[in-house]
């Protein structure tokens, strides 16, 4: 919700599309800063508990985000932000619970469901909980979109609250987590600088950030502004869809063609290996742009249209955000590679937000086509630049 259903609730709570995508970027930083308190976490023990006071301070929340809908889009965004902080915390106790439950090839076992279940789980959020809306603000034609969005949050709360009853009542303690030396937040800071500190020692480690920068900037700039240029109106340059139109082209196929990339560019990565697949990644990632500029001047008129290109978008993608993988996995170390894990998410977040909170207030200023051109010509510019950065490290790695 505070990733892709969030945006939309502010552009149909009337909030200018500049404060919409700045808010919706704001809501990445606890995803950025979680990393800074995984020591504390990890060494914390009680996670059983801690899980059970987290899925329970999260009803909360969401309860408390549905209430403030209808007063104001500073409740809104105040609330969702609790939302994705607890969110951010819950998948750290989480993997730290798994860690302790379960032995290593146990673990292995697991990840496949705990994968399918994370993606059942945008789907479900991202794709029907927008088509329910949608069916919510037809039925309600009196109201405002505000009232659909907060029933819908309703019910999204009820659904957690059941899960989290669940929770209260069939996790295990495991066996390890009072055994664990205490810690405290402050160590944990500390902790994670020393962390930092070992990555700036590396030569050239700035060369890696700057990469994932060039790498996802297009995707950046279009995370946002796809939905906006979906639903705004065909006399603004937009395609005019619906809401749920919008649920099922981006948020059930995309969602889906998505899915299909990150595991297709997986299996590559893991078989054919990664010297090999690293440019075609790397490109696949810069050319969803392309597909919204064609879109926006054939405006297709028809949902097969929308969901064809949506799903050629999405994989492509799905399928180079594998190429992210290798350069955190040169920023963490070889001597940190559990760090890559924890670190994965953090680093893209934070080479995203700036695009992302900037991308509405680019958008004001220019025409969709105009937007989507610069968009797309910023993957050859961050091509060529990239490719002078691997040549450099070559040259300096050799010497």
Known sequence: MVTFVSLLMFLQTRTPVWESTLFAALLFVPWVMKSWVRSYVRRAGHYRRFIQIDETLLTIALGALAFTLPHGRLWTFACLFVVSLLCAWHELLARTYYERMLRPAEQASHRGIKILASQMAVVLTYGLLIMSVGVLQIYFRQKSASYSWSLGCYLVTGILLLFTLLHIMILER????????????????????????????????????????????????????RTIFFLDKSAHGGLGCTLQEVGFAQGTI????????????????NNVGEDKVRWPMTIALGLSPLLYLIMSYSHPDNLASLCTYTFQAQLLFGFGLNACQEYVRHISGERYRNTVYLLYIPIISLCMIIPLALSGFILEHLDYRTYFLIDTLTAPLGWLVIKGIRNNQFIIHNS
Do not use: H
């Open 174 to 225: 495991p066996f390890s987590e009072d055994s664990m030396p205490a810690n405290s937040v402050s160590g944990s800071l500390k902790a994670e600088f020393r962390v930092i500190e070992r990555i700036r020692q590396r030569p050239m480690w700035w060369c890696d950030v700057l990469t994932l920068f060039l790498m996802l900037l297009p995707q950046s700039l279009m995370f946002y502004t």
């Open 254 to 269: 995309g969602v889906i063609a998505f899915l299909f990339g990150i595991s297709a560019g997986r299996w590559l990565r």
